[in-house]
């Protein structure tokens, strides 16, 4: 970080960071990439299929095996995922046993659910699931066995009077067998599950086909004289379910109190501060930056809401409705960006007489944040290389797991190329709210540096417990070490230098995760996310070319 007034000049890399940025590198490449490349696809698949084959595929199931014309409506395509017995097979070191069997192949906790919407209608007639790499279905349901669906709708409907009488055993077991036969399965081979044959439902358990404490069953419900759905597969185990309930519960208690009022505290600080130090700053500094930002934060939101089936009113006002939400929101914390630049250059300026966030019009700042992204890439490099050796730690000494999160997946997202964008959110944000303003204005406080980098560090880790990851304490604990030395390197290096760090760090790990979707457009998008952020900053370098205090200004700069 560089004194006010003074030439910029970026702090060289010693050959000391430049080896354990190689060596970082190396271990993130050995055991996150090798391991997840070799043991993401199910054995004898190559890759996930298209939701354009998935629709074709559910649509040929539906007709040929349920009798169902569905040439007018909508299929809508949704990555969804067992997370619970995924959690459970992580937890117990069970994932590669299942794979083996090939079990993932007839009862994969990833499927694609394919939902159908008749034309004119609100509710969804019959959904399907399919295996996302044959593109087999696995399960179905409908009519009421759909939530939100029609029971009296599609070829399946029957009188009211024969939809009152319940089934017998028997009567559940007759409509059950086909679809057994059809799965490949004996029924005199299956028992059923006590207390199951009640109301419309009918379980049978195979209890010589065992994942851990689980057993394959098949679950059916029955409406109105026929099954409604069929799932085989498998379940979690009710303790551990009771386990990771207990762990979202105070993964929630952590981001409300750890996180959400702290950061709302540090915002209002900000706003208080811009206003108190505007003499040593300026209010037009933030405003790019911001109004990126906000743009960015729009685009994802649009990027994530989940596609509507149908063009049904209540869908169109739902939708509405929650991007204005998600719009307020991310005004929200564009504003809190830029209180947080304003401030905390205002506060450094003045209390410390540094320069951590320089001008476009000083001197040397296109050499500068060309030397910055330097700075980013090898300590992106040792940080992923300090994260996958705390992945090691925890899980040797508290056994930590993760499992799957639909909801943040890029399969549901409508352009998953655009998954990397959201690196850019974090790097800007958070390095600004947490180090370039957070630091400065706890060390009024607590007198101490260190301790003020601690405190942020903290409240910036329990912004990160919803994660699935397993137990809850081993997330703080390892984002702890991480955001530590983003405040090493933000108070060595510069907030554009950590910004870069922390845009690149996120852009690798995103960037592979497009890559391991294995379609072109992805793969392209991962390897461009990845040099993205080189390229952003020699674009900078380009408009603001080093020049002495004697040149002229340059006409065109950028900030």
Known sequence: MNPVGQPLKQRPLSKGLIISGIIGIALFIMFQVFPSLLGGVPEGNTAVISKDVARSNAAAFAAEKLGYTVSDGEWNITYQSDSSFFGYMSREKLLEDYSKKKLDQRYPYDVYHAAFTPAGQNGTLLTVNLNMYTGQAVSFARGAAVPGGNSRSGAHSIAASEEQTPLSLAQKEQ????????????????????????????????????????????????????????????????????????????????TLYGYGLPTIALGVLALIYSILKRSHTSFKRGLFL?????????????????????????????????????????????????????????????????????????????????????????????????QTLMFILLSLTLHNWSTTDA?????????????????????????????????????????????????????????????????????????????????????????????FSHVVFDSILMGVTLIFMKESVNVWAGIFAIVMPFLVAYIVYLFNRSRTPEEPEAANTVV
């Open 175 to 254: 409509l059950a067998r086909p679809w057994l036969k059809e799965w490949g399965v004996n029924p005199a081979k299956l028992q059923i599950e006590p207390g199951s044959s009640g109301g419309s439902g009918l379980t049978y358990t195979d209890s010589s086909v065992t994942v851990g404490e689980s057993r394959l069953q098949y679950q059916f419900t029955f409406d109105g004289g026929d099954v409604s759905s069929f799932k085989p597969g498998f379940t979690a185990p009710g303790w551990h379910t009771s386990y990771v309930d207990s762990q979202k519960s105070l993964a929630t208690k952590m």
């Open 407 to 499: 909801s943040q997946s890029p399969y549901n997202m409508r352009y998953a190329w655009l998954l990397p964008v959201v690196a850019w959110l974090a790097g800007l944000s958070e390095e600004a709210i947490y180090r370039l303003f957070g630091i400065r204005m706890l060390k009024k406080i607590v007198r101490s540096t260190l301790v003020a980098s601690l405190i942020t560090t903290l409240i910036w880790a329990f912004g990160h417990t919803l994660y699935p990851i397993y137990p809850i304490s081993s997330r703080p604990i390892e984002l702890t070490v991480i955001g530590l030395l983003f405040s090493y390197i933000f108070l060595r290096y510069g907030f554009i230098a950590v910004m």
């Open 290 to 386: 911001s109004t990126v930002h906000f743009l960015i934060m729009m685009a994802t939101t649009y990027n994530m809401l989940p596609e509507t089936s149908g063009d049904n009113v209540e869908a169109r006002v739902t939708a509405i409705v929650m991007f204005v939400i998600y719009a307020l929101y991310s005004l929200l914390m564009s504003s809190l960006l830029y209180f947080s630049l304003v401030g905390g250059d205002g506060l450094w300026r003045k209390e410390e007489g540094m320069n951590p966030w320089p001008r476009a019009k000083e001197p040397g700042y296109g050499q500068y944040v060309l030397d910055s992204i330097r700075a980013g890439y090898v300590w992106a490099f040792v940080l992923l290389g300090v």
